[in-house]
């Protein structure tokens, strides 16, 4: 058993050195010194990000009656992003500094007057983090310090350089440099990626990547009313690539510049509760995230104030997670009246309307947007999973184990199969065919190299939620396995049939 597990402290270092050690996710292009903001997923991580996705799609689409699913093109007709108002305002503000080349958010940093004695004699900068207050304090009190300037230093009032007044901004040391003077104002950075489609490169040929796969449920919108048997209120699920030339990506896979989505477009009546409809959908996502292991500790509802929603939105909630980085947005929801409609009908030309049979009239429905990226749950899963804890070996030694207690559900091997001596053929022979029935329904793992413990401690390290070892008992007795549990590491005897019946309640 395990000695109470001290929580260690999950560090972005500790994840991202398991992420490489045990192949699930590597820089991109490593070889050539990696390229920012893009990753590549290894074999175990192809495995947990497939299975992430496959319980969204099973979730949302197959076991629902009212959602199905599409996949679009990544490249649209140039016009859908000009309608939905992407080429116009999908920006972030962006800083240079003049001086480092270096780009940042301008939201991302922050700055503060160093007040002494109630007067402004200097200016402190640093970028966001868990403790941007704290840092900028420390920078405050080391100027004052440095310019030997006498009196009392008043706490930092913290701004981001979106808040910066013109005056400002000369004054504002780049955290490049720790120089002022090198800093621009801040001014609006597209995200999309350009690409020209054809052979001519002119700008009658310019396409983006696109941002998010949103768009393309409301572009093929028509589509699937005419074609499908839907009825209000049904939805429009899609899972794909999305595309975002962001100017600091950062914390690992949380935000990266190619990236995976997981979108639905819910569409309701013009006349129903939309709060109703966005509330049902926010617990539905919880609920959602609850069912793969995300512990209901590191979740909270972050809604949107008023004044910062876009002019069509009726409201927007973010479900967070408490990342070793700190808490952030995990999965959006978002209503949306009937704006991204209204404004592919204006575009096209063509009405984007469904036809009332109860009032006979034509209405343009409204809809709730739930948009998650695959990545961004993968790194929470991690998060959440990631151990390291003392544990008494079969001697009694107290030895340190590294666990990721993934669900059964998106845990990349669900079951290994260990025969208990790699060089007795009735145990090697028992456990291969085992294996081999397991791997028609269930991912499985085949291991007989090292003494038993080192395997176990392979599979923890990996999440597999249980390993079954072959031994002399179960050639020369009752046929049962050893079932070995990864979080409490009891063991016990189960029979073949009981083997499956436990994958099938738990693996769905
Ligand atoms: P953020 O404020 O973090 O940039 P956003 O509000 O722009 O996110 P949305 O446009 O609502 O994000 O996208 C929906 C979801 O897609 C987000 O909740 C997030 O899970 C995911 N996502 C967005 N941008 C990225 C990115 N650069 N890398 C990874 N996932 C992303």
Redesign the pocket.
Known sequence: MADTPAPAEVTMDNLVALAKRRGFVFQSSEIYGGLNGFFDYGPLGVELKKNIRDCWWNDMVRRRDDIVGIESSIIMHPKVWEASGHVAGFTDPLVDCKVSKQRFRADQLFFAPVVVDGKTVGYVSALESEKTTEDLQAAAETFKRKKAIQGTLAPVQPRDMTEAQPDEIALIPSPATGEPGSLTPPRAFNMMFETHVGPLRDSSSVAYLRP?TAQGMFVDFKNVVDTGRVKLPFGIAQVGKSF?N?IT?RNF?????E?E?MEMEYFIHEDADWKKAHDEWIEWCRQWLLSIGLPESHLSLYQHPKEKLSFYSKGTT?IMFKYPFGV?????I?ARGNYDLTQHAQASGKPQEIFDEATKKKFVPHVIEP???T??IFLAVLCAAYAEEDVKDEKGNVEKRTVLRLSPRIAPVKVAVLPLLKNKEQLVGRAKELYAKLKRKYAAFYDEAGAIGRRYRRQDEIGTPWCVTIDFDTIEKDGTFTLRDRDTMEQKRISEAELFALLDEKVY
């Open positions: 998010e975002r962001e990506p896979i949380f935000r990266s510049r990236f989505q973010d952030q947005e995990l999965w959006g978002a948009a998650v990226g990545d961004r």
